[in-house]
Structure formats: structure tokens, C-alpha cells
């Protein structure tokens, strides 16, 4: 055996060194909070902010920073307001007494402003530059009188120029402020956002534009690091902007600044450029465009110089952690962080949505638990009604009796089975039999007392028992309803729960593959790509109906994904200059074509039968008949009442057997008299063809298979007969080619010169020549009405489907670049 690694660590290492690990990063988050909270919440990095803008001028002569950065705090701040002051005020007295005085009458005018119009003027946002236009003019006004003695024009004029600059700035700071002073987390920057905090950093480096450390200007090693760290967090775009932008205020600051203009700037461009290279790549923008700028350009510092100032800048980026640009980077729009953060956020969203769903599933199934309970504890009780009933009548009868003692006392079972084999007999058969009245009469000395007193309050067991079978149907149905409500909240929990990939590899895969085919595409969006559910969304320019979604996009997507790919909707431009949209998604394996053909009794116009063919959401195929009791328009109104219902519960993903019996329990709650439907209920799945057959009191359903017939069968008595039952399902595995023939109870039943119409209906389908599902409907209806002798005797519905596969128009186009992704 060779000698053990040296850096083998054994399972008792691992877990000290994974511990270990979990304390530092535990206590770096714990640091850093603590630094968020006393620069942010504390006001440390405002006090930072105010001493270095208290230090800002443009052109060596104006001050335009001061107030605006105060009252942004101000407003936004309030409680943290007075560390701006003292920051600002104490960086304007490192330049010159004078500054500081300025500093402290603007801020002073300003609130002298704000304290007399504040009960006058609502819009607190909208005044508070104007605000401090009056201020820093009346104080940049007042101080060139008070030193000069006079006024004069250019005076005036730097003074406006000074209050318009001003102005701008605080409308700036009002947006970049809250960014800095809050502990708010994942907050995405709008673009002005991300401006208007690139100004104001910009503006609080110009506070140490003359500051030099061994002749590197310290200005220009931090314009370039924050040029550098941004375009590594958010690449070229923001990076050229935060060039452009500090260079121009360094500019404005400095005029021998200005050539730094065009090095930050092509710096930032550089720099994001090479941000696929991490820091060194960007580093290496930067330097690219110190000698080029320093070379050419029209600085007047010596080019060692510049690069020792990149060099630092470069150490700086080195040494910033990973964190930060990260951080930086997840707040501002388009960048890869962003995107990750977002997705993040949604994902989350999305598992506590679907938590709340799987909470109200949850409640469902437990009130619909306590329904069904409470159901079982009316079974339970009924011997305790009985009980009540017969302490009823022995309080009406009995209680005087001089024998009492002796049959409740000395005979207590005998009389008691006797009074209740009384009782279940009127009950159920309204009459008593000989045996028990010479029963009765030899053991109770008041018998017909007692029987008439058993009748009387029958009455009233009955009307109770009555109500409380309604209570218990009406349980039943909400029963089943909160169950199925529960079961389509679970499965939309689980659908939240997926979480949509990400498939730009794949959208840029397809973009070039129809790009090298010569289709012209502006944008491809991909949902899914899982098998058998495909969804993609291509966006390309006016088409003029040419086609060829259909004849080139579909036949490639297919080669492609390997799975047939349909046109599932498309909308055209309507004008030269529009959009085209098309839906691309998995085609079904098989389609069902329908055929259906009815007649009313007596060649009426309205027939009781009804039917009905609809697609569900999930890949299935339903066909329905339903037969109201009797004929003509009330017959018709509750077979369309039935399917109307079984259409709105399928449609909204409840399972077959809880839509029928719901169907079942709101037909016998919904009124008193004798009305019934029949239900034929045929479901198939258009991926495997795998159907369902439901038969609630309809009539057999028939398989033609070639020469072969197959019947289907179930026995379940119509809707509304009773008020709970087990629905009996039957599968059956469908093939293609296949017809499925559904029929009423009109085709079979009725005068007929044959004993089994079974085998007689058997017979007529295999005799069918044509496969035509409409053609197959015709001819069996019209068969059926010449053995009748041309009669119609009742509601006659005929309704036939046949099983395809779905075939595509167009075939497949190889893709030579690309296969399919996995």
C-alpha cells in the first residue's frame, strides 16, 4: 500500500473543520451587521458623507453640495439629520472659516424656510428644492455684500448658478439618499436610482481631489477602483456610465480633472468587457486604458504616475471581497446576480404560496373529515332516537297504567322488542301483521292505546328521520366537495412548486439553428422542455400569413426535441412594421374525431337526451350522455342541467368519481319530487388512450375493433334515486383505429321484432363498412328507427368517436448544429 496523503483528514477532522468554517462565517455576518448598524442605522456614514461633501467645490468657487445633502437627510432621515450638519460643517472648516460660516447660515435659512411654510404647503417633496434655491441664493447673496460691500452682476450670476446646480442636486439626492441610509435588502435600482447614486459617490470623492500621498492623487485611485468595482459587479454598460459621470463632476470640480474624463470612461467600457476574465480582466481594461489615454492623450501627469495610480486601484479591487461586488451587483438590473436574486425571491414566493395552499388544503380535508364524522355519529345515534321514541309513547300510555311495574320492571326486555318491533313494523310496511297484534294484545292490557300512540308519533319520527336523511345528504355533498376542492389546491400546490428553469443555452441553441435556415427571429422565450409538455413562445417580424410556423418552425422544433411539436396558437401582425406571436407545444398522441346524431320522440324538436364532447385541461377527451326522466322540454332542461355541471367540476380538475356523486347528491337535494337522470360518462387520455367509462343507469357502450365488438358495461342506478353510492368505474385500453359508439336508453329499449338487442346491436355495428364516426352514427340511428317501423317510440342519441393518431402535416427538419437536449 502507497504512503497516506498528507491531507487525508479523517471524519473527526472534517467535522471540526466544517464546524470551524460555520464560526467564521458566522462571525464575519455577525460583523458585518454590526457595521451596517453603526454606519447605516447609527449615521456614522452620513457624518462621513457631510464631512467629505462639506470639502466638494466645482470650479474652486462653488459649494452646491452642502445643503442639498442635508436636506435629503432632513426629509428622509430626520433623527439622523444633525450628524449630516456636523459632518458638513466640520469638512467646511478644513477649507476655510469662511465655508463653515456659509455652511451653517444656508442650512440655517433653509430651515428657518421650512419651519415658517411647513403648515402652508402639503408637498413636502416637491417644495424642498426650492427650499434650498432661496437659501443657498439669499446666503451666497448675502455673504458677497457683507465681504465686498457691494453687488455686482457676476456676483448675481454665480449665485444662480450656484442655487440651479443645487436645486438639481437635491432632486438627486432625495433619490440616491435612501439607498445609503437604509438596511433595506435586495432592493432593485432603477435606472435614475443607479445615476443619481453614481452622482452622489462621484460628488463625495471630489472632497479629497487635492489630497496627495507620495504625488498619487488619491481622487484618481478611487474614481478608477469605483470605476473598476462596478464594472466588474455590473459590467460595460455601468461601468462606462460611472466613468463618464465621475469624470464629468471631476471635471467640474477641477479643470485639470478633466482628462481623467476620458480614462474612466474608456476604463469602465474596457474594464466590463473583460469581465469574463474576473478582476484581472477588468484590471487589465484598466490599465489598457491608462497607457492609451496616457500616451495619446492630454494629460499632464506623467504616465509612471497614472500607472502607479491604476496599480493601486488594482490593489484595492484585489482586496475588496467577493461580497461586496456580489452585493453591488444584485441590485442592479441585467446582471447575472440580479437575475439569480430574482429568481430567488420568486422561488421563495412561490414555496410560501404553496405552503398557504397546502394550509387551505389542509383545512379542507379536515372540515370535510368533521362533515363525515359527524354523519357516523347520526348512525350511532339512531338507537337512542328509538329509545326517545318509545319513552314518547309509554309517557302517553303507561305511566297510568296499573300493570306499569310489571312490563317495565319484572318484563322489561319483552316489553320493550315488543314496542319496537310495533314501531319498525308500521315503519316500513304501515300495517301490523296478525301474529304481532295477538302478541301485543296478550301481554299490554291497553294495546290499541299503545298502537295508536306509536302511530301518532310515527308522524313525527318520520318527518324527523326525513330531515335528518336531508342533513345527512347535504353533509354528504359538502363532503365530497371540500375533498375535492382539497384534492385540486393540493395538485395546484405542487404546480407553484415548480420552479421554472432556466433555458437561455437551449433559446440560443434554437435562435441560431432558424437563424441558419434564414428565418428572420426577434425573441425566444422557453417554459418548459419536459417531454410531452414543451411550451415555447417565438416572437419574429410580419409574416404576411406565409406559414411557416406550421411548414418550418414546427418540423425543426420536432427534429429537434425529438417529440412531435405543433402550432398550438399563433397570432399574426396586422400591418407590414408588426410582431408575429407563435406557441409552440407537444403535440397529443392521439385525437379523437366525434360524430353524434339524435331524434327526439315522435319527431319532435326538443329531445331529453342530452350530450356533450369536451377537452380538459390534462390531456383528456370527455363524451357524455345524459337522458332526462319522461321526454320532451323538462326532460331536456335536466340532462343539459347535468352535463352543465359535470362540464363546470371536470373542468376545474376534480376527479370523476367526486364530480358524479356531487352531481348525484345536488340533483336529489335540490327538490321533492321523482326526477331522475342517467349519465354516460366516457373519459380518454389522449397520451396513452387509456379511457375511463362511468355508466350511472345508462345503457352499454360498444368497442368496434376491426370485425370485433366489445361491449362495456356497468351497473349504477340512475342520479338522484339514491342518495349515496359507490360509483363503479371501468378501464379500458383503447387502440388506435378504434371506435367507441355511445348510446340512450332509446336505441335499445322500445318494440323491436328481436329477444336480444344486445347481440342485434352487436350485429349492426360489425355490419358497418365505413369508419366515418359521423357516418357510423347516421346509419345505426336509422337502423334502429326501421326496426321500429319507422316509429320513434323515445328520445334516440347516438354518439360516436374514433381514436386516431395524431399525425403531423409537415415532417420533421433535420437540424445538423443541434440535437436534442436533455
Known sequence: ???????????????????????????VESFVRKLEYVFIYRGLLLFLLGFMLGRAFILSTLSPFSLPFFAAVYLIRKDRAHFAMIGLILGSLTISLYNALYTFLVIGLFLIFYRILKGVINNEIGIFPYYVFISIFMGRTFLHILENGDMSIYFLLLGGIEAVLSFVLTIIFLQSIPILSTLKKHQSLRTEELVCLIILLASVMTGIIDWKIMDLSMAN????????????????????????????????????????????????????????????????????????????????????????????????????????????????????????????????????????????????????????????????????EIDYFLSN?????????????????????????????????????????????????????????????????LYFYQSNEKLKRQMKESRKLVVDQLEGVSQVMENFAKEIRREQENHEKQEEQLMNALLAIGLDIDDIEIYSLKSGEVDIDIRFPYCDG???????????????????????????????????????????????????????????????????????????????????????????????????????????????????????????????????????????????????????GSMPSFIKRGNKVIKIQANNLPIGILHDFEVEVVNVQLMAEDLLIMISDGILEGKKPVENVDLWMKRKISQIETDDPQEVADLLLEDCIRSRGGQIEDDMTVLVAKIKHNLPKWTSIPAQSIRKWA
Open 221 to 384: 485611485i478611487f474614481a478608477r477602483y469605483f470605476v473598476i468595482l462596478f464594472a466588474f459587479a455590473a459590467g460595460a454598460t455601468v461601468g462606462s456610465t460611472v466613468g463618464v459621470v465621475t469624470g464629468l463632476i471631476f471635471g467640474l470640480a477641477n479643470v485639470e480633472s478633466l482628462s481623467e474624463l476620458s480614462l474612466l470612461a474608456f476604463a469602465g467600457l474596457l474594464g466590463g468587457l473583460l469581465k469574463e476574465g474576473k478582476k484581472l480582466g477588468v484590471s487589465l481594461g484598466l490599465f489598457i486604458a491608462t497607457l492609451l489615454i496616457g500616451i495619446y492623450g492630454t494629460t499632464e501627469a506623467p504616465l509612471t504616475n497614472n500607472l502607479l495610480e491604476s496599480s493601486v486601484a488594482f490593489l484595492f479591487l484585489l482586496l475588496t471581497p467577493r461580497t461586496l461586488s456580489e452585493r453591488i451587483a444584485k441590485n442592479i438590473p441585467g446582471t447575472p446576480e440580479f437575475t439569480a436574486e430574482q429568481q430567488a425571491y420568486m422561488k421563495k414566493i412561490r414555496d410560501v404560496t404553496a405552503q398557504k395552499v397546502n394550509q387551505y388544503s389542509s383545512i379542507f380535508r379536515a372540515i370535510s373529515a368533521s362533515f363525515a364524522k359527524q354523519n357516523e355519529q347520526m348512525e350511532t345515534e339512531r338507537e337512542r
Open 546 to 696: 406565409m406559414g411557416q410556423c406550421e411548414k418550418i418552425i414546427a418540423p425543426l422544433l420536432s427534429d429537434i426535441l425529438g417529440e412531435t411539436i405543433v402550432v398550438h396558437r399563433e397570432t399574426c401582425a396586422q400591418f407590414p412594421q408588426g410582431t408575429c406571436l407563435a406557441t409552440f407545444r407537444s403535440s397529443k398522441a392521439f385525437v379523437v374525431e366525434t360524430g353524434v346524431v339524435y331524434a327526439a320522440k315522435d319527431g319532435g324538436f326538443v329531445s331529453g337526451d342530452g350530450y356533450e364532447m369536451m377537452e380538459l385541461d390534462s390531456a383528456k377527451f370527455a363524451l357524455a350522455i345524459s337522458d332526462g326522466m319522461g321526454n320532451g322540454e323538462r326532460a331536456h332542461r335536466e340532462s343539459q342541467e347535468t352535463l352543465s355541471l359535470l362540464n363546470k367540476i371536470l373542468q376545474s380538475g376534480i376527479g370523476e368519481e367526486i364530480a358524479i356523486k356531487s352531481i348525484n347528491s345536488i340533483l336529489s337535494l335540490r327538490t321533492t319530487e321523482e326526477i331522475y337522470s342517467t349519465l354516460d360518462l366516457a373519459i380518454i387520455d389522449l397520451q396513452d388512450a387509456q379511457a375511463k367509462f362511468i355508466k350511472v
Open 393 to 457: 309513547v309509554t309517557e302517553k300510555t303507561c305511566q297510568t297504567c296499573f300493570k306499569k311495574e310489571q312490563c317495565w320492571v319484572q318484563q322489561f326486555n319483552k316489553t320493550y322488542d315488543s314496542m319496537k318491533q310495533i314501531m319498525t313494523e308500521l315503519n316500513e310496511q304501515e300495517t301490523l301483521s296478525n301474529k304481532t297484534i295477538k302478541n301485543w294484545k296478550d301481554h299490554c292490557v291497553r294495546s290499541k292505546r299503545v298502537i295508536d300512540a306509536i302511530q301518532e308519533e
Open 1 to 27: 500500500m502507497g504512503k497516506t496523503s498528507s491531507f487525508y483528514m479523517n471524519p473527526m477532522q472534517e467535522r471540526s473543520m466544517v464546524r470551524y468554517q460555520g464560526v467564521m462565517k458566522e462571525f
